[in-house]
């Protein structure tokens, strides 16, 4: 059964638009990130993190402190399955907010970077503390760092609610919609195999086969190809042959005979395609297998 994952959320314009619609209301970045934390992806224009946060990142030491607290974090938020509001390792507040599907976390929404009040030379000096304790140089932090937003912790809480009601909505909407075109594309594929099959005998097009599927030549070429594995012309060969190799078992009918029977249109293209999928020619096919079947 198809669940929308990942990759599909970063995909989706909807997701664009809220973090736009986010950056223009609070100022704030909004990032997907994968459930094991690896991977993370912007999904909007606005720049990914914070100025103060992107010179952090630009030291070896401070990016490799920040991934460490986001993975952390994200574990966390994965273990007890709900969103996370936490200050990181530089003090600022970040939030983490589980997408989930069915009782699984498909994806995070990771945001924040902000304040809870204005910013005080009191808080710089204790930031500034834990970084150079950890070796990374401030020298050009502190201006960055006043010009962190500030969002009070009532106003954080309605965005998580609201980041928490629109991603998970999203979720299930599209997952239903896959769903939907899951189901969609096994009836095509269910209605040109039967016109296939009862028509295989015949000289078959593409055209024919896409009317009765009621879908396009190009959308049925595709759907069949994702859902069978095997393209329609490969589809049509294998019934053809598996008819072909009954009637040389069960009849004493020519190779041409049975060429025209089984929608061939000639020993030419008979042996052709036969040899392709039996590796031997009709006549020796035939031959082999009645050897073996004789006591």
Not at 198 to 221: G, Q
Request: aromatic share 8%.
């Amino acid at each position: 059964m198809a669940q929308i994952s990942f990759q599909d959320l970063t995909k989706l314009p909807v997701m664009r638009e809220f973090y736009n619609l986010v950056w223009a209301l609070f100022g704030i970045k909004v990032v997907l990130r994968s459930t094991d934390g690896t991977k993370r992806e912007l999904i909007g224009t606005p720049p990914a993190r914070s100025p103060f946060c992107t010179v952090l990142r630009d030291n070896p030491i401070g990016d490799s402190l920040c991934e460490e607290c986001d993975r952390q974090h994200v574990k966390e938020a994965r273990e007890r399955f709900s969103s996370l509001r936490y200050q990181c390792h530089a003090g600022l507040t970040e939030f983490i907010i589980p997408i989930s599907l069915d009782s699984t976390i498909i994806a995070f929404l990771v945001s924040g970077q902000v304040l809870d009040h204005d910013p005080t030379e009191y808080q710089w000096k204790k930031t500034k503390l834990v970084l150079e304790a950890s070796g990374v140089n401030t020298s050009v932090l502190r201006k960055l760092y006043f010009d962190i937003p500030a969002i009070s912790r009532s106003t954080q809480r309605d965005l998580i609610a609201q980041l928490e009601l629109f991603a998970n909505y999203v979720a299930a909407t599209h997952n239903q919609l896959l769903l939907l075109q899951e189901n969609r594309n096994k009836q095509i594929v269910a209605r040109a195999m039967s016109f296939i099959q009862n028509n295989f005998s015949d000289s078959i097009y593409i055209s024919d086969v896409a009317r009765a599927a009621y879908t396009s030549e190009r959308n049925l070429r595709r759907v069949f190809r994702a859902e069978t594995g095997m393209t329609l012309i490969e589809y049509i060969q294998d019934l053809r042959t598996e008819k072909a190799c009954k009637l040389l078992l069960s009849t004493d009918k020519t190779c041409i005979q049975i060429a025209i029977e089984c929608g061939f249109g000639g020993p030419q293209q008979f042996n052709l395609v036969f040899k392709n999928k039996r590796k031997v020619s009709p006549s020796v096919w035939r031959k082999t297998r009645s050897l073996i079947s004789q006591p």
